[in-house]
């Protein structure tokens, strides 16, 4: 016979799951730093396809589990929710990665690093948060958290209007203008992915606190 403790811990696997999730999520951030300071003509997307790669093989297994699982840790749509939240940090990366390889001989000019060091500070305050939701729901921890997530988000909403009055101000090609401004868009666009899914944890936490 079962005790009521194992068929509970048996929701706790959600926890691991969603926080490989952002493991995945981080390890791109850190493959997108890695490229742009190796300041390369041709640079490589292994490590860009692995981890998204990485993150779709963790939703399809939490997806699997909510249908092989009777007890979650978590309710069933904010697991779901979470998921996909983190899904899609990898995925947009992996999309900046991918136009940036094709240009990047035309854009080693282009600071792109100081916003990638953003990104991936907000990636670790989500780390952060997803790692908090598997020790309890501690509403104030969590608050402070998602704070950080917002001042990062609005950080890069600044500094997003600043490129604008620079690029159309100083930037001549029309070409090389609207490729710098798809750029640097995806990555505010990582961003605020980040900021989606610590809305998610953050509604989950306050449900449940």
Do not use: H, W
């Amino acid at each position: 016979m079962f005790s009521l403790q194992t068929i509970f811990g048996k929701g706790d696997k959600f926890y691991g799951l969603l926080e490989a999730s952002a493991a995945a999520a981080r390890q791109s951030t850190r493959a997108l730093i890695a490229m742009l300071n190796q300041k390369s003509s041709s640079p490589s997307l292994d490590e860009f396809r692995l981890a998204r790669r990485r993150e779709k093989e963790v939703m399809s297994q939490i997806s699997q589990e909510l249908v092989n699982t009777f007890v979650t840790a978590l309710e069933r749509e904010d697991i779901e929710a979470l998921s996909a939240a983190l899904y899609k940090i990898p995925k947009t990366v992996e999309k900046f990665a991918e136009r940036y390889a094709l240009f990047a001989e035309q854009l080693m000019d282009v600071d792109y690093g100081s916003r990638a060091l953003m990104l991936e500070k907000a990636v670790g305050v989500i780390v952060e948060m997803v790692a908090q939701l598997r020790k309890g729901m501690k509403l104030e921890e969590m608050r402070e958290l998602n704070e950080r997530m917002q001042a990062i988000e609005s950080e890069a909403d600044r500094l997003i209007l600043s490129l604008y009055k620079e690029l159309f101000t100083n930037e001549r090609d029309a070409s090389r203008l609207i490729l710098r401004k798809d750029l640097f868009e995806l990555l505010e666009k990582a961003i605020d992915r980040c900021r989606d899914a610590g809305n998610v944890i953050y509604a989950i936490v306050l449900k449940n606190s």
